[in-house]
């Protein structure tokens, strides 16, 4: 069975930062889309960041570029997303997702992805 579990949330002040961490079971190493998505109270779950493993490429939305970094480690399946110059606005639910077999393509969009981990809150 896949499973994702994300570690690091927690509540930082304006300005500061933190490192997302999503540990990946039951996924093997190869050509897999995986991705940040958050959600905060009365809103609608959003893409936050994508990487795709077969080759790389990153994506970000437009709210997050420049200030978040999604990156993998292949030997620990361990996806991060470190999150600079937090702001208010940044505080939701943050949720790892990965969708398996294929490359990101139209990546924000929930229905793309068929694992999900619990989600860690993130607090600004």
């Known amino acids: 069975d896949v499973q994702l579990v994300e570690s690091g949330g927690g509540s930082v002040q304006a300005g500061g930062s933190l490192r997302l961490s999503c540990a990946a079971s039951g996924i093997s190493n190869g050509r897999n889309c995986l991705a940040w998505f958050r959600q905060a109270p009365g809103k609608e779950r959003e893409g936050v960041a994508a990487?795709?493993?077969?080759?790389?490429?990153?994506y970000y939305a437009d709210a997050v570029k420049g200030r978040f970094t999604i990156s993998q480690d292949n030997a620990k399946n361990t996806l991060y997303l470190q999150m600079n110059s937090l702001k208010p606005e940044d505080t939701a639910m943050y949720y790892c997702a990965a969708g398996v077999g294929a490359p990101c393509g139209t990546w924000d969009v929930t229905l793309r992805f068929a694992y999900w981990g619990q989600g860690t809150q993130v607090t600004v």
């Open positions: 990487i795709y493993t077969g080759g790389g490429s990153r």
